[in-house]
């Protein structure tokens, strides 16, 4: 395979077998997993081991944690390119996913694998690849509104505006019928990073204490060194927001994956506010030049949502 699949998690392992395994068409067995715990309970910790124990292709890979990690998700992603280096395992890209995600096609890691190969610019020209995020089981590969949800931005021009709303979701049936698009940021639940631009360009901002926005930051530090993010809206994953996690006994903690200062940390490092409820975003961005000049962000800010799915191509002309 072209990637490994890597989670990021604290005290859920319940959802592998009785969410993931159970639910997703795939075949697990056939992809190498990493997990990266973020100081679980003792209790989640056993858990851990004993699922590593039983899957051979289950490996965890700080099994010396002690504490919580400033900005797990993306600390997750240093801590699995410098697993890979030190057991010499040849592949370039890592493919992130939310404990609460999965892929919605029973083909996903032969499909992944073959657009990675068919797309060779990728590897030079591309730090996160995305896909097409579907909110319903029930309604599988079916569009409805709001989903299937393919990334998040604020910077295309109408993307702020309903029935989008700060999402690439609800888009002119262009854009599911292209074979990629650039986007501002992948939806951030299943990302696939490229390990050696994610080791040559992206520093770890540790004030991202928790989850929120700290992809977001990842896809911007991209953009700024002149590196795409991009989706295959027809490769698909699935994300839960309750229809069948409910079920489940999970330890839930709703301040993990969300922080206070989020924001305010991104509006500091990036010069505007994030946010589809931020009505002068446009102001906001203008005001930074010239930081932004020449940068993917002020070619994305010049183009309007109604204007189709572009790429890479089109930011050179």
């Known amino acids: 395979m072209n990637f490994v699949v890597l989670y990021c998690n604290k005290n859920q392992y319940e959802m592998f077998?009785?969410?993931?395994f159970k639910y997703s068409p795939v075949d697990f067995s056939k992809v190498d997993i990493l997990v990266f715990d973020d100081?679980?309970?003792?209790?989640q910790k056993r858990k851990l081991k004993e699922l590593s124990n039983k899957y051979d292709n289950i490996t965890w890979i700080n099994p010396d944690v002690n504490s919580d990690t400033d900005n797990a998700v993306v600390s997750s992603f240093k801590s699995a390119d410098t697993y890979l280096k030190e057991n010499k395992i040849d592949t370039n890209w890592i493919l992130f996913f939310e404990n609460d995600v999965f892929p919605f096609q029973s083909n996903f890691w032969e499909e992944l694998n073959k657009t990675i190969d068919e797309h060779d610019f990728v590897e030079e020209e591309v730090g996160l690849i995305g896909f097409s995020s579907y909110q319903r089981f029930?309604?599988?590969?079916?569009?409805?509104?709001g989903s299937p949800t393919i990334g998040r931005g604020n910077l295309l021009d109408g993307i702020l505006e309903p029935p989008h709303s700060g999402w690439y979701k609800d888009l002119p049936d262009e854009y599911y019928n292209t074979d990629y698009f650039v986007v501002e940021v992948p939806n951030w639940q299943s990302v696939c990073v490229n390990r050696k631009l994610f080791r040559e360009f992206i520093e770890i901002d540790i004030e991202h204490i928790h989850r929120l926005l700290s992809v977001d930051s990842v896809s911007h530090q991209f953009m700024y060194k002149g590196i795409?993010?991009?989706?295959?809206?027809?490769?698909?994953?699935?994300h839960d927001s309750g229809e069948l996690k409910n079920n489940i006994n999970l330890k839930i903690?709703?301040?993990?994956?969300?922080?206070n200062n989020s924001e305010e940390i991104f509006m500091k490092r990036w010069g505007w506010s994030w946010g589809y409820r931020n009505t002068n975003l446009r102001s906001e961005f203008i005001g930074t030049f010239p930081k932004y000049l020449n940068k993917i962000q002020d070619k994305l800010f010049r183009m309007n949502v109604l204007d189709g799915p572009k790429k890479i191509g089109d930011f050179c002309e």
């Open 39 to 43: 100081n679980s309970t003792p209790e």
């Open 138 to 145: 029930q309604d599988g590969l079916k569009r409805t509104p």
């Open 17 to 20: 077998e009785e969410f993931s």
């Open 253 to 259: 903690d709703n301040s993990y994956s969300r922080s």
């Open 228 to 238: 795409f993010n991009i989706v295959f809206p027809k490769l698909s994953i699935y």
